[in-house]
């Protein structure tokens, strides 16, 4: 079951990938879109392993390296500690929507502030773009909008696949 | 974790990221087929106000253009024949064999990079300048696939410094700031520099032969004074990166039956 979750994690990561660089690099509103592989990736975690999460974290954000011309594994780094937040905070998404979707907000941040950090000490410059703090607070604004209707999606969708996840939880305590 | 930071321009990074390129590359054009017409559609209702309004200004604006075409045309006519005199134009047959291409995905959230849908299959390669429909200098191709290439803006950091020449023969180096910025340095200014001095590229200069001569990069955005002797100041760039849907590579440097010429300009 482990592994379909995980496969299903995957192959919805690289669907997000693809929408997120061939139609939000037209859609852009005030100068910013979405992560939505970033929101995929958190949406996956909360379901998968902590191990398997981490691993979804760091290929979804290594198929954005890829994608781009980034040196390699920039993305995946943050990416990997985005997912690692998404699995010790993971409890947060029990109580209710309001909360998971702040919840996604603030792991978005924290993510995007990591990817500058670790850009701008390889020499990206991150940090220092002049857009970077439009970008570091439109992306978790969009992604929490993104994740008003994504994350309910997912419940069911991982429910259908693998059952309820507060019963898994239950099991496990 | 980091994978490849210091191979980014070879060994098993770039196969990895040109293999996933060109698997990617016909699917991201696939979706932007689908959802291009729907993003243009939407974008014609939710101008459909400012239509008319813009449609008279662009009236106006060409009225005004071809009263200024008219005044130009015999002083272009004295330009081209005194480039020719002294052998600095950019051969023609450059432009011609541009490469035209269509912009079909970007990097992730904090990653500039284009991606276009030429590569080395339609003389498409790691280098070239490229240029937007109104010849303006966006940036430089930064990886090539067979199908595919990526394209460094000139705002990022990672691109290479353009040497400019300014309206006055001054030269100065133009810098990548990230997103949709760029820094002029001018390290031995004669004057003082005022606003809105369009800045092209100086061509060849020593061992620099990264742009050809006379592409448009961008226009000073204040006036600002030499101190020591140096000048730092933003400039605009000529291209809109955000909106950027189709792009020329232009091939240079040129092949060996162009560059005989070249050399003439380097002398």
Known sequence: ???????????????????????????RPLGASPDVVLLVVVVGAIWLKPEAAVLLGFLGGLLLDVLGSAPLGLSGLAF??????????RDRFDYGLPVGVMTVGGITLVTLVTNALIGTLFGEGTLGNPDIIRTLLL??????????????????????????????MRRRI | MTLDIRA????????????????MAPLQAAVNAVVTPVVSFSDGLSNLAG??????RLRDRIESLEREAAQVGHLESQVSELETLLALRLGEDLYQLSVSAEVTARGGTLDPTLT?????????HTGQPVVDGQGALIGLVSEAGEAGASVIPITSRRAPAVTVR????????VTGQGAGALELSILEASGPLEGGELLVTFGPYGDSNAYPKDLDVGIVAEAADPQFGTIGVRVEPMGDIERLEYVAVIPWPPAPQFRDGDADEGA
């Open chain 1, 1 to 27: 079951m482990e592994g379909l979750r995980f496969l299903l994690s995957l192959l919805l990561v690289m669907a997000a990938a693809l929408v997120q660089t061939s139609v939000f690099h037209s859609i």
């Open chain 2, 51 to 56: 239509l008319r309004e813009e449609n008279q």
């Open chain 2, 8 to 23: 980014s321009r070879g060994g098993f990074g770039a196969d990895l990221r040109s293999t996933v390129q060109v698997v």
């Open chain 2, 116 to 124: 276009i849908d030429r590569g080395t299959g339609d003389g498409v």
């Open chain 2, 166 to 173: 300014l309206p006055d023969g001054q030269r100065g180096v």
């Open chain 1, 80 to 89: 990997t500690v985005g997912s690692y937040i998404t699995v010790r905070s």
């Open chain 1, 139 to 168: 992306v978790p604004i969009y992604n929490m909008v993104f994740a008003l209707g994504v994350l309910p999606l997912a419940d069911r969708l991982f429910s259908w696949v693998a059952g309820p996840r507060r019963n898994r």
